[in-house]
């Protein structure tokens, strides 16, 4: 028989505190068998905070482990192991491949191993310098041409020829040390014609762009080959073996004509009030309104930013107290890219040569402006100090991150707020606009190479559109660009020429720390496919049409890809392999403590594994009759056809009246000044 026992004694019950919950306060038990269970407090409030901890930990298990049990659903990536290997007696830390030869950065110097036999063929050493960055980019007729960067930030330009290292020059070297800049990053554009540095010193950053005299390089070598070897054979005869030579004697005479600065590309300055004292002096000012600036040439005085400033604090004061005010600072980092000709940037008098850049793109950090300039610049002008550039493409958003296909065609821009948008600069337009809705800052994009034009034949780097079809053409190819998140989420957006463009998720952001993605290189050479390094040291190629890794290149068991979080390796998109360093176990342990000696390059040549089958080139599709395409396709045909005798018709527009109205207006504007001067110069009198 139950009977009703009181949880406390008769009369007025002990006051609970205000914190505890009272959900449990219940003074009476219906079941006997519950006096000695039930906890009095504080007890009972530790219990719940332990129970809801272990209730935590438990969905944390049970999460992990349908995760587990998915992974193991998933189809297994096939093992691939390296195909060749050699060995480099210093720590490598970087790598770079052109021509037949393989140029590895070292913790003292620079060396160079053959990609027939992997032998060394040649080091340098006399700075005992440690390279940190290298860049190397073949000129023809056995000459190479390497940009370094060393670990003081020091720029070195060197020239490679007959298996020997010839220093040009320290691009940014001064007597004074104190007024030394530090180089954050260098650019190798196709050609070998240009070489682009980004320097930083204490309080400023700037881009010079500098013009190599390869062609006299050439000539220089052809000259100096016959001296070399005759200076090569009696070294050989006279004193000791080809192993013991000195580092680079064969070629210590040459000396190559140095690099001449071209531009100098500086951040833009923060807009501030008008200098102009009526619209008259700002007319004068503009060249001929035919495109954007950077908005200097306004009319718009302190007092009214002033003023404006004030009434924006006023207004959301509340929210600029909480985020806290953010001052404008000068940028330190800029992203720049070398461009080959196109409608946008083509000079009156530029020749067309297609595989040589004819200007460059750049955006700082924080800037919404995506700036371009003409390389058309005479080497007898005066280097500017305020250069202005050639065409300015404003954002709704400060720019990110950016990338340019390798045929130079497509450009693609992603904002602050995670907006992307992909421009055709041969036709002039947008191709997509496109926008991550989750909350998520994108790191890095990359074009992938999804042309169903593309051949074995044909330039496989022209991502997503034959070389052919640059110009014009009934196909209209899908470009594809990869997303890579802060996260480590992927997105692959795809923007058809015609029609509505699309954005996937190709893989949300990893459970596991482990699999976080430390870098991300496309694999131009198959369609749709990604090299994706994760801080576990593995090694995948992802398919994007499948969102699967298909291969994982795995190293020795001996060996490890060290360091994982920045790993050390280079594609080479003409021999299909990848390059990369792998150190031993006992020293990848021992990272931080020493180290390593000595490294491992171990070679996957992607011809030995039947990646072909998992990336198997798309057929190309018969183009439609024109009365079986929508409107819009019609359209975009229609204006390819008129872009054929675009030349003709822009040395018509030339003559037309709208740039004499213009001059017009400016002359009108000089005379209505001239009048001004003679009215105030008749009332002084």
């Keep these: 028989m139950a009977v009703n026992t009181w949880k406390h004694p008769l009369g007025i019950p002990p006051p609970s505190e205000k914190d505890w919950p009272k959900e449990d306060e219940d003074f009476f038990l219906l079941d006997p068998d519950r006096k000695r269970d039930v906890l009095p407090q504080p007890f009972r409030m530790i219990n719940k905070l332990v129970m809801q901890v ?15 049990e998915a992974q193991k659903l998933k189809v297994q990536p096939q093992k691939c192991f390296p195909t060749a290997e050699f060995q480099v007696n210093e720590r490598a830390n970087c790598l770079a491949v052109s021509g037949k030869y393989v140029f590895v950065g070292l913790s003292e110097g620079l060396a160079a191993f053959n990609t027939l036999d992997f032998k060394d063929v040649c080091a340098w050493d006399a700075a005992k ?38 220093l040009v020059k320290i691009l940014n070297e001064v007597e004074d040390i104190s007024q030394r800049s530090t180089c954050v990053e260098v650019v190798l554009p196709r050609g070998g014609g240009y070489a682009g540095i980004l320097l930083q010193d204490s309080t400023k950053a700037w881009l010079e762009i500098y013009q190599l005299p390869k062609d006299s390089w050439l000539t220089e070598m052809e000259k100096n080959a016959g001296a070399a070897e005759e200076l090569a054979c009696s070294e050989r005869r006279s004193s000791c073996s080809p192993e013991e030579l000195p580092v680079s004697a064969i070629q210590a005479d040459i000396e190559l004509d140095p ?25 004068k000012k503009v060249d001929d309104g035919s495109m954007l600036g950077l908005g200097y040439n306004h009319l718009i005085k302190d007092s009214q930013w002033e003023l404006q400033e004030a009434i924006f604090r006023s207004t959301y004061q509340e929210y600029l107290e909480a985020e806290g005010v953010v001052k404008e600072e000068t940028p330190r980092y800029a992203t720049f890219h070398f461009l080959l000709p196109s409608r946008i940037l083509m000079g009156p008098e530029m020749e067309l040569q297609p595989d040589i850049p004819v200007g460059i793109g750049v955006h700082w950090d924080g800037n919404h402006n995506f700036c371009l300039y003409l390389l058309n610049h005479s080497l007898k002008e005066k280097v500017d100090a305020d250069l202005k550039p050639d065409v300015v493409w404003p954002c709704a958003a400060p ?20 907006t992307i948008t992909i421009w055709d600069k041969h036709l002039g337009y947008p191709l997509s606009v496109t926008a991550i809705l989750e909350e998520r800052f994108i790191r890095s994009i990359h074009f992938l190479c999804g042309s169903p034009a593309a051949s074995d034949e044909t330039d496989p780097v022209c991502c997503g559109a034959d070389p052919a079809c640059c110009g014009a053409g009934p196909v209209c190819p899908i470009i594809q660009l990869l997303v890579l998140c802060t996260d480590s989420s992927f997105y692959l957006v795809k923007a058809p020429m015609a029609g509505k463009s699309s954005i996937t998720l190709l893989a949300d952001r990893p459970e596991n720390p482990n699999l976080t993605v430390s870098a991300v290189v496309p694999v131009l050479a198959f369609p749709s496919a990604v090299l994706i390094f994760s801080w576990d040291g593995t090694v995948s190629l992802m398919n ?3 969102s699967q890794a298909v291969y994982c290149f795995c190293t020795p068991p001996s060996h490890a890809v060290a360091p994982p979080w920045q790993p050390v390796f280079t594609v080479d ?14 020293q990848v342990d021992n990272w931080f403590e020493s180290k390593a000696t000595h490294s491992t390059i171990f070679l996957f040549d992607f011809n030995s594994y039947p990646l072909k089958e998992a990336f198997p ?42 740039q004499e109205y213009w001059d017009c207006l400016q002359a009108q504007a000089a005379a209505m000044d001239k009048e001004r001067e003679k009215v105030k110069g008749g009332k002084k009198q």
């Design 259 to 283: 690099p001449v600065l071209l531009l100098t590309v500086r951040p833009p300055k923060p807009i501030t009030g008008t200098s102009f004292k009526d619209p008259l002096d700002a007319l």
């Design 54 to 68: 272990f209730e935590s930990a438990m969905e944390i298990i049970e999460r992990r482990e349908m995760l587990r």
């Design 544 to 546: 994007t049409d499948t």
């Design 129 to 166: 310098t440690e390279i940190c960055a290298i860049h190397a980019l073949d000129l023809g007729n056995e000459c190479h041409v390497l940009l370094a960067v060393d670990e003081m930030g020091l720029a070195w330009l060197f020239c490679f020829h007959k298996e020997s290292f010839l």
């Design 617 to 658: 080139k798309k057929p190309d599709l018969p183009p439609k009759p024109l009365q079986e395409l929508q409107w819009f396709e019609r359209c975009n045909i229609f204006l390819r056809d008129r872009f054929h005798f675009l030349p003709e018709r822009q040395q018509i527009l030339l003559e037309m009246e709208e």
């Design 573 to 586: 998109s003409v021999n299909c392999c990848l390059l990369l360093r792998g150190d031993e176990q006992q």
């Design 399 to 418: 720019i990110a991150c950016s990338a340019v296909s390798s045929c130079s065609r497509y450009l693609a821009l992603a904002g602050e707020d995670a």
